[in-house]
Every structure is written in C-alpha cells, then in structure tokens.
Antibody, heavy 123, light 107 residues
Framework: QVQLVESGGGVVQPGKSLRLSCAAS????????MHWVRQAPGKGLEWVAL????????RYVDSVEGRFTISRDNSKNMVYLQMNSLRPEDTAVYYC????????????????WGRGTMVTVSS | SYELTQPLSVSVALGQTARITCGGN??????VQWYQQKPGQAPVLVIY???NRPSGIPERFSGSNSGNTATLIISRAQVGDEADYYC??????????FGGGTKLTVL
C-alpha cells in the first residue's frame, strides 16, 4: 500500500537549520505533487509548501517564503524540506502529504499522509 | 488572502446527523476537501471535490457546496466519529488554505 514516512525532526535553536525527509513507497512517485503541512501544538493544520510532480514548480506559505525550500528526488522516491533561519513559531508536527492529482498542474486532495515528524525550535 | 471559517465545535446526539460548515467567499467556485483527524493521528481524507468519498470511507459521510458555504454531513453519528474536522481548498491565486478546524463531539 502507499506509505509516506517522515524523518529528520528534532530540537533546534532559533536561527538554526533542519532538513526533513519523506520517503514514499507503493506508488509511482514521479506522477504526483507532494506537500508539507504542519500543525503547531494544539492548533490546526497549516499548509507549508508544495512541489509539482516533476519538481518544476514550488509554492510556499508566506510565513516560510525565503527560509524553507522544498525539493524532491524522483529516483529515490524522496521529498525534502530544508528549513533555515528557524523561529519558535515554526515549532510543529510536520506532515508529508501526497496530492491526488496525477501529472496535474493543479492541486487536488491530500489523499495520503505520513505520521509526521516533530520539530521544536527552542533555545 | 482567502479565509475559511469553521465553528470551533459541533455536538451531535448518538445516531443523529451532524453538519459541519465551512464558510468562504464564493466557495462554490472551488473544490472543497474535508479531513478527519483523531487525537495523535495524521489527518485522513473523508471527502474530496465537495461530495466525493474516497474508498473505505463510510457512506454516512457526505458533502455539499453552495454559495459561500460548504458542509460536511455525518449521518447516524457514532462515537468513533469524534474527531477534529478540517475543510481545505486550493486555487492558483490563493494556494492551499485550511479552515481552522471543528471539534465534533458525539453525545
């Protein structure tokens, strides 16, 4: 079955960097856009970033633009989130999610989610 | 920016019908998705494109979208339906937006 597994979370000081990874299995990975969604403790879901199926298009929520970079390696079925200049308000569980749109230039539904990885930004 | 407004909480009696709303400007022009999230778990897609159910989601879950309000309808509510529910939309001008979430309590 389709599975997404995130890794790379941890505790980091403000201003530092962290790289999250998401390993996908059970699907034709190169056919689907991928997203990162985060959830601060006790709060709702916040979309963070998307990357198109071929990596040609990236989009970010305003609050991370210029600090975070999403990327993918279709040869390894991996998607990444490089997070620089981290702030306390970036503290959250970060989920990797698959887009339902196949080879699409639009966003469909988030039909598969990983279990998430916790990022804590604190001194 | 585009905002989606959900009630903080909705209560429903066991076996009755719950309706969770998601308000947004001309939301009828967008495809609305709904996600269920139980404590400590990842979200699960329960409705896509306004009213479509993924495989494995019970027929008790349905959705509608009209004017400025989309609605998730849960018929014959069960204790197992207690969860947070989030609506979500996308278009090329606003990117992805989630509603604030609604906590469903089954009494």
């Amino acid at each position: 079955q389709v599975q997404l597994v995130e890794s790379g979370g941890g505790v980091v000081q403000p201003g530092k960097s962290l790289r999250l990874s998401c390993a996908a299995s059970g699907l034709i990975f190169s056919a689907y856009g991928m997203h990162w969604v985060r959830q601060a403790p006790g709060k709702g879901l916040e979309w963070v970033a998307l990357i198109s199926f071929d990596g040609s298009n990236e989009r970010y929520v305003d609050s991370v633009e210029g600090r975070f970079t999403i990327s993918r390696d279709n040869s390894k079925n991996m998607v990444y989130l490089q997070m620089n200049s981290l702030r306390p308000e970036d503290t959250a569980v970060y989920y990797c999610a698959k887009d339902s749109s196949e080879y699409g230039d639009y966003v469909g539904a988030f039909d598969i989610w990983g279990r998430g990885t916790m990022v804590t930004v604190s001194s | 920016s585009y905002e989606l407004t959900q009630p903080l909480s909705v209560s429903v009696a066991l076996g009755q019908t719950a309706r969770i709303t998601c308000g947004g400007n001309n939301i009828v022009s967008k495809n609305v998705q709904w996600y269920q999230q139980k404590p400590g778990q990842a979200p699960v897609l329960v409705i896509y494109r306004d009213s479509n159910r993924p495989s494995g989601i019970p027929e008790r879950f349905s959705g509608s979208n009209s004017g400025n309000t989309a609605t998730l309808i849960i018929s014959r509510a069960q204790v197992g339906d207690e969860a947070d529910y989030y609506c979500q939309v996308w278009d090329s001008s606003i990117d992805v937006v989630f509603g604030g979430g609604t906590k469903l309590t089954v009494l």
